[in-house]
């Protein structure tokens, strides 16, 4: 039976007022993903990875405005890989751990793909993550129990994955570039499915 329990962090109160309440009902390990069954979460990020696996780079040049959203999609997936790297580690929930294995495999993948795209183009990536993806990194390391577990779904289940929405729309709108498109369309139902599981982990009605 689905448990919830009452989780109070002046972290959320604090840095997450805008998304949640000071007090959020946060879901215990059910073995669901929110309100997905494993079997289904695990599908359909794997039906993800193999479209984004199965596209083919070109090498046709990128325009600037592509180049700069090539960069907004690489950096702010680094900073959602480097984050659940540390939760599929860290999380004390077992249903946040594999939400965060999901994760690093959704984001090393589509890394990949990347400096696939990128490499066709002549096109260099950069291979460390930024100054403000180590801060959070190193932030989020300090946490421990139900406080890390609520703020790693804050931090990457909702403003990462809404941050992400934003930079895949403007890619879908206004790239001219084949393979970044088909990157978007891609990865846009993905985004959007994990940004609804994570809201449904912590308890979220919005």
Request: net charge negative.
């Amino acid at each position: 039976m689905n448990r919830r329990q009452c989780l109070l962090t002046t972290g959320l109160a604090s840095a997450g007022a805008a998304l949640f309440p000071s007090i959020a009902a946060f879901a215990a390990s059910d073995g669901r993903i929110g309100n997905t069954s494993r079997e289904e979460w695990d599908q359909v990020n794997r039906d993800a990875a193999a479209k984004v696996a199965a596209i083919r780079p070109d090498s046709s040049d990128l325009s600037a405005p592509d180049q700069t959203l090539l960069g907004e999609i690489v950096t702010g997936g680094m900073m959602q890989l480097e984050l659940s790297r540390v939760a599929a580690d860290q999380a004390s929930s077992e249903d946040v751990k594999a939400y965060a294995q999901a994760e690093v495999a959704e984001q090393a993948g589509l890394s990949a793909k990347l400096r696939e795209i990128a490499g066709a183009k002549g096109i260099t990536l950069p291979e460390k993550p930024d100054a403000k993806t180590a801060a959070a990194v190193d932030n989020l390391r300090t946490k421990s129990g139900d406080a890390f577990d609520a703020e790693y779904l804050r931090l990457v289940g909702v403003e990462g994955h809404r941050a992400l929405e934003r930079t895949m729309d403007k890619v879908e709108a206004s790239a001219d570039d084949d393979n970044l498109r088909r990157v978007a369309a891609i990865a846009l139902p993905l985004i959007r499915f994990h940004l609804q599981t994570a809201r449904e982990e912590v308890g979220e009605t919005k």
